[in-house]
């Protein structure tokens, strides 16, 4: 557990906390995260784990920087416009902790490639900003048994879980279904207060270090729901469902599906038990 003198002093805060330690430390240094979309979500999650010196952060987004994402998505700067977002993700969190070492993974998430990528990885967190990519990354996780942060955030509101594998509900216990395809509008088309991206992405960083040093109650088996208009959390308690066809008893999927396919046909009504079935 050796530490170097600037290392001693940057960690200090963490260090004096008797839950940390310098072995709390010695983990966080150890952990591998892997967190999907340098977004509004990614971002301050991004910020904080490097600035706590979790030690190898993966970024998977294959998008570029835009103007319309500076206003929330602090991972990135103006000089960022028009650079792949895990690369400008990439130089930010070394900026502030060079013990960080972030992984770039410049790509779509697929059925394909997820199972690959999660492997190298300890915890997971979404800041993905669709359905498709959520259900994917839930099912990919519950079938590696890779503990996820989730999270979910439009207007002046926010949602956040934590998913255990075999401990709570995963986010199909939650949603079995996705919505009809246009019903929930994107924070392209309805908006986004900034803040509220800092606030939930936030909590998502929190709940990643706690479950690094195995400390505290985690979000598991409850939806935490931000809304920054009346300044007001609440708390769901949601259950797992041992008829969920991923985390249930009988699981109906057991490999990855086509996730576009599955979030444009499921919910407009006639054609979702075909889907079932
Ligand atoms: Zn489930």
Redesign the pocket.
Known sequence: MEFTEEQIERYSRHIILPEVGGKGQRRLLDAKVLIVGAGGLGSPTGLYLAAAGVGTIGVADSDAVEMSNLQRQLLHSTPDLGRQKCLSAKETMEAINPDVSVVPHDVRLTSANILDIIAGYDVVVDGSDNFPTRYLVNDAC?MARKPLSHAGILRFEGQVTTIIPGEG?????LYPDPPPPGLVPSCQEAGILGAVAGVVGTIQAGEVLKLILGIGDTLVGRLLLYNALEVTFREMRIA??SD?P???DHPTVTALIDYEEFCSLRGSGSVSEEVTS
Not at 169 to 173: G, S
């Open positions: 519950v509900p995963c986010y199909r216990c797992r469902h969920c991923v985390c249930g």
